[in-house]
């Protein structure tokens, strides 16, 4: 079950991507994520208060009361999140969604990574072999960028697209760890909440700065609230195959990141971006690369 419930998160994040993508063309980023915040919030605000009346006493949608050690393992998780999040969002307003979904599919490799290092796990043979296809397809992406002027050496928007991969895979780490101890919904519920309150003081202090451009245009677009609904259902499917005991961080992760296939169909077909041979063949590999790391942690 866990397995399709990853597979679930993959199409739903595919929608995310779009969607963000969509909604910062020509946006303010700081806008835009505070509003994707606030809409999570708004989604999850009700089940703990219904929680908390006793009109939800049990079942997947409950949120149990917990202790202030539950909480602060949560405020810094917002503060991985809100990080990973504010790297992404400046990278994929500036780059094209077909350069910038490739790469976050990489975040399987890191996390397996951090699996080898922080924890001790061994790669097999077929899990190198994921790895090294999926570093050298991160390699021939940086080619294919080049023909768009995008070069990844010297790109500053490539190092924030990268720095959203390495703290997402961070987050996937420490989303294992939390989902040992804490149910799936008072961690989805709780962490928007906190990092609504963390974006919301980023927001205002620097509205306050007299080095922020206030000019800076928002338009409203409907494509903005659609951010946080497929955001939410998808971190669901997520949470919840995270919180089965048989499932594996490894293999949950790569799944996710089959997002990318979704991102990079709208991409083509709807936002009409160059190069798009060159690029499927990279993703093709990133694809050849993540189904090794699948077969190698059956």
């Known amino acids: 079950m866990w397995v399709v419930l990853a597979f679930a998160s993959a199409v739903l994040l595919g929608c995310y ?53 539950a909480h602060m393992l949560l405020v810094l998780k917002a503060v991985i999140v809100l990080g990973s999040w504010l790297c992404g969002y400046i990278g994929i307003k500036h780059l094209p969604i077909t350069i910038v979904s490739p790469i976050q599919a990489t975040r399987p490799v890191i996390v397996l990574l ?17 790895v090294i296809i999926a570093l050298f397809s991160f390699f021939l992406l940086s080619r294919s960028g080049k023909r768009e002027g995008i070069n990844f050496a010297h790109n500053r928007w490539v190092f ?34 906190y ?22 245009r928002f338009i409203w677009r409907w494509s903005i609230p659609l951010i946080s609904i497929f955001l939410a259902f998808a971190d669901f499917c997520y949470f919840s195959a995270l919180a089965q005991e048989e499932s594996l961080i490894a293999v949950v992760s790569m799944i996710r990141r089959g997002s990318v296939v979704v991102a990079f169909a709208f991409g083509a077909l709807l936002l009409h971006e160059k190069n798009l041979k060159s690029k499927a063949v990279d993703l093709l590999l990133i694809l050849i690369g993540l189904f090794f790391l699948y077969l190698g942690s059956k």
């Open 195 to 216: 990092q609504c309150l963390l974006m919301g003081l980023i927001v205002t202090v620097m509205n306050l700065s007299s080095s922020v451009q206030r000019s800076r």
């Open 160 to 193: 924030f697209v990268i720095m959203a991969a390495l703290l997402g895979a961070v987050s996937a780490l420490y989303d294992k760890y939390l989902m040992r101890t804490l149910q799936p919904m008072f961690v989805q519920s709780w962490f928007n909440l």
């Open 17 to 69: 991507d779009f969607f963000k993508k969509v909604s910062l063309k020509e946006n303010s980023v700081l806008a835009v994520l505070f509003l994707n915040t606030l809409f999570s919030t708004i989604i999850f605000s009700p089940f703990i208060l219904l929680s908390h009346s006793g009109y939800i006493a049990e079942g997947i949608l409950y949120v149990p009361s917990m202790g202030a050690e």
């Open 114 to 130: 951090g699996a080898l290092l922080i924890f001790g796990e061994q790669l097999n043979l077929f899990q190198w072999i994921g």
